[in-house]
């Protein structure tokens, strides 16, 4: 599966070369070109990565990244910089100058997020729900949620579209009752 980059910059020219850099490595962009279009794009598309371009100011970094990690807690966010010296703009996973450190970022954080992690017992620590014939309950706020694809891992980490909390879809193995 692609990895699903947002990327936000106030620069069209330099907003049009990442996407197209981005694109070329397999991964699937949405651009911003305001801060208001990058929060509809984060509150509406699932992206495993936010890309901020160097001529964001820190303040619409700050906000977009609370909204980012308020919607995917396991979700990395790059900033591109023109110098190692300057300072972060929000809390990056990752600063990179030039698109060869963007793209070995982006390729890093694709092998965490192609199985759920378990780092720090996050994913120990969710609300566990027992997958039934392809329904679910979120365990938050109890809306009845129908999984639209069928489950090829015994595991797996979901948010809620309603509450947009995350909690551990269990898919338990068929029990034959010939064998207890």
Do not use: Y
Request: aromatic share 4%; net charge negative.
């Amino acid at each position: 599966m692609p990895i699903r980059v947002l990327s936000a910059s106030n620069d069209p020219g330099l907003a049009h070369s990442r996407e197209l850099l981005l694109l070329d490595q397999g991964c699937e962009v949405k651009t911003s070109l305001s801060k208001s279009h990058a929060q509809e794009l984060i509150q509406s598309h699932p992206f495993d990565v936010l890309v901020f371009g160097n001529s964001l100011t820190p303040d619409v970094c700050q906000e977009l990244a609370k909204d980012f990690r308020a919607r995917n807690r396991q979700g990395k966010i790059v900033e591109v910089h023109l110098a190692h010296w300057d300072p972060p703009m929000s809390q990056p996973d990752a600063i990179t100058i030039g698109p060869e450190e963007l793209i070995a970022a982006i390729r890093d954080f694709a092998e965490q997020v192609s199985e759920p992690s378990d780092q720090d017992g996050l994913v120990r620590s969710l609300p566990r729900v027992g997958l039934n014939a392809g329904e679910i309950t979120c365990p938050h706020c109890q809306i009845l949620l129908v999984m639209d694809a069928v489950m090829d891992s015994i595991t797996k980490v979901q948010d809620c579209p309603n509450c947009k909390k995350a909690f551990l879809v269990v898919n338990d193995p068929p029990v034959d009752p010939c064998l207890s």
